[in-house]
């Protein structure tokens, strides 16, 4: 029974050098925690704010929610979306998604990437369905 109580203190005096190991490895593990969590995230975050910033009429976007529409107007806190022909709604600007946007972007791109002119043209009759209160004649 007293041989246990005497090896003790002999095993701890051994690893006396281990304080710097221990503060090394907290070191390093905040490191990887920044590195491939925290800042990634403060880079996505940055590109969203800058893409909401770069918006501008005519734009196909789509929201957090999944709807797709035409940018009609930009207020500063607030976007007229046109969502169908002769339907728009009013939606908060952070509700614009940047990664649906582009993946619905692209993929649409991919799809009809061989008849150009023919989409242009029916771009244009969307966006003429509903026009902007910008551009709305007075009666």
């Known amino acids: 029974m007293n041989i246990l109580f005497l090896q003790a203190p002999a095993a701890a005096t051994a690893n006396s050098g281990g304080g710097w190991i221990s503060i090394l490895f907290w070191g390093l ?3 990887v925690i920044y590195f491939f969590m925290i800042r990634p995230q403060g880079q996505a975050r940055k590109k ?3 893409f909401k910033t770069q918006l501008k009429k005519g734009t196909k976007v789509v929201t957090i929610g999944g709807l797709h529409g035409v940018i009609l107007n930009i207020h500063d806190k607030t976007i007229d979306l046109m969502i ?3 339907v728009s709604i009013t939606v908060q600007r952070d509700c614009i998604s940047l ?3 582009q993946a619905v972007n692209a993929a649409y791109n991919e799809a009809n990437k061989d008849e150009p002119a023919k989409n ?7 966006n003429a369905a509903v026009q902007p ?3 709305k004649q007075p009666s």
């Open 29 to 31: 593990a905040f490191a």
């Open 133 to 135: 209160d910008s551009e």
């Open 48 to 50: 969203q704010e800058e």
């Open 99 to 101: 990664e649906y946007t």
């Open 120 to 126: 242009e043209k029916q771009a244009n009759s969307e």
């Open 84 to 86: 169908a022909p002769k």
